[in-house]
């Protein structure tokens, strides 16, 4: 099979498949011979930046997927503005980012971080598998311990944990924005 139909049917896989792409997923499609998935996503991309296309082929959770290019999302956030699939609270999305920050670590833990109950939100994310139970912790009474998912990965679009933003960067952020009049002037 020649190079230029293997790069078509990649670009079928990554417009087909929900979840990421990863090399054992490509290796199960091509029975003989399967091609370095890496090889052709770089000639994939080569491809797409030199004909300008508002896509692109990112790395996510260990694979590829098809996203927008950053440019052109403030009109595909338009689109989708009500068909949002994933509504946090905002404990959750608190709980959420603890203990993506913190891995593993209980209940207890989370909750002497919040100084609230943190059950139901627990519950709520592992539903929404966005948190697994990662193992028990060693000590009295061997409480599970929490940690983010793949879900949560493709979710956020990062490719692993230590893609998230350091916390020093955020609260540089968030000093910028407070600091900042946010172009609001006072009538004079």
């Given at each position: ?85 994933l509504k ?38 592992l539903s ?47 000093a910028a ?12």
């Amino acid at each position: 099979m020649q190079k230029n139909e293997q790069l078509r049917i990649l670009e079928a896989l990554l417009f087909a498949s929900p979840e990421p792409l990863n090399q054992s997923r490509i290796n199960s499609v091509f029975k003989d011979d399967p091609p370095k998935l890496a090889e052709l996503v770089k000639k994939l991309k080569e491809k797409y930046e030199k004909e300008k296309h508002g896509f692109e082929v990112r790395k996510v959770a260990g694979g590829y997927q098809f996203a927008t290019c950053s440019e052109y999302s403030p009109w595909v956030r338009r689109l989708i503005q009500n068909q949002s699939k994933l509504k946090l609270s905002a404990a959750a999305l608190e709980s959420l980012a603890i203990v993506a920050y913190k891995q593993p670590l209980s209940r207890f833990e989370i909750e002497s971080i919040r100084g609230v109950d943190c059950s139901g939100v627990l519950k709520t994310l592992l539903s929404r598998q966005l948190l697994k139970i990662a193992g028990r912790a060693e000590g009295p009474g061997r409480p599970l311990l929490y940690g983010t998912t793949r879900e949560f990965l493709e979710h956020f679009g990062l490719d692993r944990i230590s893609d998230l933003p350091r916390l020093r960067e955020i609260t540089e952020l968030t000093a910028a924005d407070e600091n900042s009049d946010g172009g609001v002037r006072a009538p004079e």
